[in-house]
């Protein structure tokens, strides 16, 4: 009877684990592509991302008032100075990360914005720089989405400094995009107002348009993209809350060839073998850092909970989980995940 409770519950966990992940699948590629589709129709991808950013703080707040209408407990509201000391760094980090990555979408494939994001295209474009194939690819979009991993290194080091200040009381997800989207809003603003602020205040598809349908339906795909990038982040965190940081490792370098894979089979991208070779050297030294990780902590006494994120009481509401996690912070290892995002 021990025995077969025990299969039934492994059973169980290997279920919600493949559940979580395509979750995670669904949202993390389908933003991906979803954004490169719109762009091709709608050329104000900084416009897009601000639109998006003002849905996630209005279904963060939605989530706020919901769990605390549920437990009867204030949520955390942080002080103006916090806000902007502690807050704008990584809200600007972040904003800049995501506005560059869908700018991206107007220059490059969804294949090369992949491989860039995984630091694998520097290999490539040395050698395609050697054997003069640099016009397979785009310059002005390679420098955009490399901009933008650059700063998506900054942007996961200032998020996880500002997670790990437990007087902020931000460690609950919900609570951090709160806070994040409206000074991200901010910090995108003077880029959209520079290069797309003339250009779609005479755009006939939004300011000037003639023809509701269309508006109705531009507005309609813009919120779409934000329901998906609100779902992201959140699945993000339920895959880590709920298994753990490793399973999101190693869900993130699949989700990369399975990215990959749609965009040639879906979108036609042209990937050579060049191309392939300096991709899967790129994750062999995710996977290697993965590998070493889940050794390190093994010796350590084995996998460890993300405690302060899958334990926390509103989170439990927030979740329906029953079950309450224990163990010490792995959110470093988190984050080391988040990087190849």
Not at 49 to 66: G, Q, Y
Not at 68 to 88: F, G, I, T
Not at 274 to 293: D, E, Y
């Amino acid at each position: 009877m021990g025995r077969w409770a025990l299969d039934v519950a492994f059973l169980w966990k290997a279920v919600l684990t493949l559940g979580l992940v395509l979750l995670y699948y669904c949202f993390s590629i389908g933003i991906t592509f979803y954004n490169k589709w719109l762009t091709k129709s709608f050329h104000f991808p900084l416009f897009m991302t601000m639109l998006h950013l003002a849905v996630i703080f209005l279904f963060s707040a939605l989530s706020r008032a919901l769990v605390q209408c549920s437990s009867h407990r204030a949520r955390v509201v942080l002080s103006w100075a916090d806000y902007l000391r502690r807050v704008a760094p990584t809200a600007l980090a972040t904003a800049l990360d995501v506005g560059l990555s869908n700018w991206s979408f107007l220059y490059v494939t969804v294949s090369l914005y992949t491989m860039t994001k995984s630091s694998a295209v520097l290999f490539i474009l040395i050698f395609s720089l050697i054997f003069k194939l640099e016009e397979l690819f785009n310059v002005e979009g390679f420098a955009l989405v490399l901009g933008a991993s650059f700063i998506g290194g900054i942007r996961w080091t200032l998020t996880q400094m500002l997670l790990q200040k437990a007087e902020l009381g931000l460690q609950n997800p919900i609570d951090t995009m709160f806070h994040l989207q409206p000074l991200m809003f901010l910090g995108l603003f003077p880029l959209f107002a520079v290069f797309e602020g003339l250009h779609l205040s005479t755009s006939e598809k939004i300011f000037r348009f003639q023809d509701t349908g269309l508006l109705l339906r531009v507005l309609g795909s813009l919120f779409l993209g934000g329901i998906l990038a609100f779902g992201l982040g959140f699945s993000e965190f339920l895959l880590v809350s709920r298994t753990s940081s490793l399973t999101l490792s190693i869900a993130g370098i699949f989700k990369e060839v399975c990215t990959l894979l749609l965009a040639a089979h879906l979108l036609g991208d042209q990937i050579s073998l060049l191309n392939w070779l300096g991709f899967a050297l790129c994750l062999s030294g995710i996977s290697l850092h993965v590998a070493l990780k889940a050794l390190h902590s093994r010796g350590d006494g084995g996998p460890k909970a993300l405690k302060g994120l899958g334990s926390s009481p509103d989170l439990e509401l927030l979740l329906r989980s029953s079950q309450r996690e224990e163990g010490d912070n792995e959110e470093e290892e988190y984050f080391v995940a988040q990087g190849q995002q």
